[in-house]
């Protein structure tokens, strides 16, 4: 586990999406960022992969050990990005098969993973014989099998069905608890169900207020009462994003 620092100015032509902006991941948590489309969600998470170019996105993500990150961040994208001419073991196993070191130990630790996203036996599928559900799960397992310090999920369940993202939610929250994970999404019950931390992005340049941090453990029944708090807090940050500015200096 590492808390990572991310530093960044970014524009898009004149278009200013940050500016001397700051924000901190903190160890081992699960962070949420919400805004509006084309508040700069998905251009901080792609900044913090090391896939902006230099002339739209210029600043620093460093972590506390101070260890490059290169090569050191899992991604999970809304498509699930399955190889379809490789297998389910082989897709999950992607990282040590083009690095040409995958180990019969890879390969274990892969049926391990579809036993805990729920998958037993379809190793010898392909993509096409898996529902949309079936196939993310699958993408979900590659992400953890990399086992990287920091995970990024950029919207990874929005394009599910109420029950099935509901289903994913709760086994991604249980699956990287304790890992430093950062999760771009537009839905504030989802953040509310499976975060430590949530940021609301917002504005021109971009800025965030002070994290929300909901009641109890994640994933978290959206039912209780306490939830009612925390869920206020994410409306009026969405929607009077100006209060409580602190992460733009």
């Not at 990287?148 to 369940?157: G, K, Q, T």
């Not at 994970?181 to 019950?189: A, G, W």
């Not at 994003?241 to 200096?249: E, F, K, R, T, V």
Request: proline share 6%; charged share 20%; with cysteine.
């Amino acid at each position: 586990m590492t808390a990572v620092n991310v530093h960044l100015s970014a524009k898009y032509g004149a278009d200013h999406i940050f500016e001397n902006f700051f924000l901190r991941l903190e160890s081992g948590k699960l962070i949420c960022l919400l805004g509006r489309s084309g508040s700069g969600k998905s251009t901080l998470l792609h900044f913090i992969a090391g896939l902006l170019s230099a002339d739209i996105a210029q600043g620093s993500v460093t972590a506390d050990d101070a260890k490059p990150l290169a090569g050191r961040i899992a991604w999970m994208a809304q498509q699930d990005l399955l190889l379809p001419w490789l297998k389910v073991i082989d897709n999950i196993t992607l990282g040590p098969l083009l690095r040409s070191n995958r180990t019969q130990q890879h390969v274990e630790k892969a049926r391990e993973l579809l036993k805990d996203v729920e998958l037993r036996g379809v190793e010898n599928h392909y993509p096409h014989e898996l529902s949309g559900g079936m196939r993310q799960r699958v993408a979900l397992a590659r992400t953890l099998a990399e086992e990287r310090p920091v995970n990024l999920l950029d919207e990874p369940f929005s394009g599910l069905d109420a029950s099935t993202r509901y289903q994913l939610q709760g086994l991604a929250t249980r699956l990287l608890a304790n890992q430093t994970t950062v999760l771009v999404t537009h839905d504030p019950l989802e953040a509310l169900r499976m975060a430590d931390l949530i940021y609301v992005l917002d504005g021109r340049p971009a800025r965030v207020a002070d994290p929300v941090s909901p009641p109890g453990d994640p994933p978290r029944q959206l039912g209780n009462n306490q939830m009612g708090e925390s869920y206020n807090q994410l409306m009026q940050q969405l929607n009077h994003p100006a209060a409580g500015d602190i992460h733009a200096a």
